[in-house]
């Protein structure tokens, strides 16, 4: 028997938060730390990636999202589509304490993709760059966060594995491990 994925925005919202504090329970952070995000809403509504969107799964995703990674002392960097290079909607507050440069876009529902409109709409003081180098990631729908990541992405399993329709994939970072057998490690950076 198929499952029924609940796609209502109270449920996608409370399962984004739910996932997100379950991975951040896993993840060694520090305030200012980014958190990044890439959210097909076509995919949370049961359709192919990038072929419909949804503004209403866009903004559950988001609040759950936000509310988070706020709470918790952290920057959100919502990733754009392929369209704009997966670029990435963050607070000007946050380009300027990690310095990164701004890149010339606005996104819209279909460049740049329903999530990332929805977090240009709602940032108090939004701007696009074209990377950051987040501790944490949520993947909903196959986005391809990757390239966001710090080195070395470690998947993470949480009681939730999908959001709506779309399949969730979660990973936090650690530091690369460097030297040979005879190293030793500093267990607080696992």
Same mark, same amino acid.
């Given at each position: 028997?198929e /499952? &029924?994925?609940k796609?209502?925005?109270?449920? &996608?919202?409370?399962?984004?938060?739910?996932?997100?504090?379950? =991975? =951040?329970?896993?993840?060694?952070y520090?305030?200012?730390d980014? !958190?990044?995000i890439?959210?097909?809403?076509?995919? &949370? *509504?049961?359709?192919?990636? %990038?072929?419909? %969107?949804?503004? /209403?799964? +866009?903004? #559950?995703?988001?609040?759950?999202?936000? /509310?988070?990674?706020?709470?918790?002392?952290?920057?959100?960097? +919502?990733?754009?589509?392929?369209?704009?290079?997966?670029?990435?909607?963050?607070?000007?507050? $946050?380009?300027?304490?990690h310095? *990164?440069?701004?890149?010339?876009?606005?996104?819209?529902?279909? $460049?740049? %993709?329903?999530? +990332?409109t929805?977090?240009?709409?709602?940032?108090?003081?939004? !701007? =696009?760059? +074209?990377? !950051?180098?987040?501790?944490?990631?949520?993947? *909903?729908?196959?986005?391809? *966060?990757?390239?966001?990541?710090?080195?070395?992405?470690?998947?993470?399993?949480?009681?939730?594995?999908?959001? %709506?329709?779309?399949? =969730? &994939?979660?990973?936090?970072?650690? #530091?690369?491990?460097?030297?040979?057998?005879?190293?030793?490690?500093?267990?607080?950076?696992?």
């Amino acid at each position: 028997m198929e /499952e &029924i994925r609940k796609t209502s925005p109270e449920a &996608i919202k409370a399962d984004v938060a739910a996932a997100l504090n379950q =991975l =951040l329970d896993q993840t060694k952070y520090r305030p200012g730390d980014f !958190v990044v995000i890439g959210c097909s809403s076509s995919e &949370i *509504i049961g359709k192919k990636i %990038g072929s419909v %969107g949804s503004m /209403e799964a +866009a903004a #559950a995703v988001f609040e759950g999202a936000s /509310e988070a990674v706020q709470a918790r002392g952290l920057f959100l960097a +919502a990733q754009c589509c392929e369209h704009l290079n997966r670029a990435l909607v963050i607070e000007q507050t $946050a380009a300027e304490w990690h310095r *990164i440069p701004e890149v010339n876009a606005v996104p819209q529902m279909h $460049a740049g %993709g329903s999530f +990332a409109t929805t977090a240009y709409e709602r940032m108090e003081e939004p !701007v =696009l760059v +074209a990377e !950051v180098s987040a501790v944490a990631g949520m993947d *909903i729908g196959g986005t391809l *966060i990757g390239m966001h990541m710090r080195p070395v992405a470690v998947p993470v399993r949480v009681d939730i594995d999908h959001i %709506g329709e779309a399949i =969730l &994939i979660l990973a936090r970072s650690r #530091a690369p491990y460097i030297g040979g057998e005879r190293a030793h490690y500093n267990d607080s950076l696992k």
